[in-house]
T-cell receptor
Framework: SQQGEEDPQALSIQEGENATMNCSYK?????LQWYRQNSGRGLVHLIL?????REKHSGRLRVTLDTSKKSSSLLITASRAADTASYFC??????????????FGDGTTLTVKP | NAGVTQTPKFQVLKTGQSMTLQCAQD?????MSWYRQDPGMGLRLIHY???????DQGEVPNGYNVSRSTTEDFPLRLLSAAPSQTSVYFC?????????????FGPGTRLTVT
């Protein structure tokens, strides 16, 4: 089963609005990442947040992490049509016999209408 | 740098055939991995490698073999193709250390097994 589960599965908004996507995970983590995938393309890394961080910003992206609720959110502010893509959360085992093992959620498909 | 390259881009196989999906990176990344992505879903880890000569199984390794004889290359072999292996396959790489989690993805190989 997937470590991360995104919510909602699909989101449709107007250009200029904010988009919020959520990710829940099952086990303890050291880090959580968000990736973006344009249709028919590979994934692109957006941002990483570590377990000792609560919030992180990168341009129009804001990521929060609540380890007590085992959840993270990705906020895209002032959305643009070019933000239309699927967004995935992922975790990577850092230590032990599974070091390097990645787990991805099923993703949120965002459509931004011009 | 070419980044992560994958060949072929498209492949059609008959049930029972075998083939090798190629993956190469020119960034001197220690970590490489193979994922499959089924329609509307996230990525599932097939195999990964934390360095030349070291490979390990991911979430869905059955029916696939890998080897890592060089840092640059990480081929994925389908031993006897089955329709259930119809999917898009992505290869990814990342550097070790503090940027271990920022994976760079190839463009993918779309495989159909009839």
């Amino acid at each position: 089963s997937q470590q991360g589960e995104e919510d909602p599965q699909a989101l449709s908004i107007q250009e200029g609005e904010n988009a919020t996507m959520n990710c829940s995970y099952k086990t303890s983590i050291n880090n959580l990442q968000w990736y973006r995938q344009n249709s028919g393309r590979g994934l692109v890394h957006l941002i990483l947040i570590r377990s000792n961080e609560r919030e992180k910003h990168s341009g129009r992206l804001r990521v929060t992490l609540d380890t007590s609720k085992k959840s993270s959110s990705l906020l895209i502010t002032a959305s643009r049509a070019a933000d239309t893509a699927s967004y995935f959360c992922a975790t990577v085992e850092e230590h032990g016999t599974n070091a390097g093992k990645s787990t991805f959620g099923d993703g949120t498909t965002l459509t931004v209408k011009p | 740098n070419a980044g992560v390259t994958q060949t072929p881009k498209f492949q059609v196989l008959k049930t029972g055939q075998s083939m090798t999906l190629q993956c190469a990176q020119d960034m001197n990344h220690e970590y490489m991995s193979w994922y499959r992505q089924d329609p509307g879903m996230g990525l599932r880890l097939i195999h990964y490698s934390v360095g030349a000569g070291i490979t390990d199984q991911g979430e869905v390794p059955n029916g696939y073999n890998v080897s890592r004889s060089t840092t640059e290359d990480f081929p994925l072999r389908l031993l006897s193709a089955a329709p259930s292996q119809t999917s898009v396959y992505f290869c990814a790489s990342s550097i070790s250390g503090t940027r271990f989690y920022e994976q760079y993805f190839g463009p993918g190989t779309r495989l159909t097994v009839t």
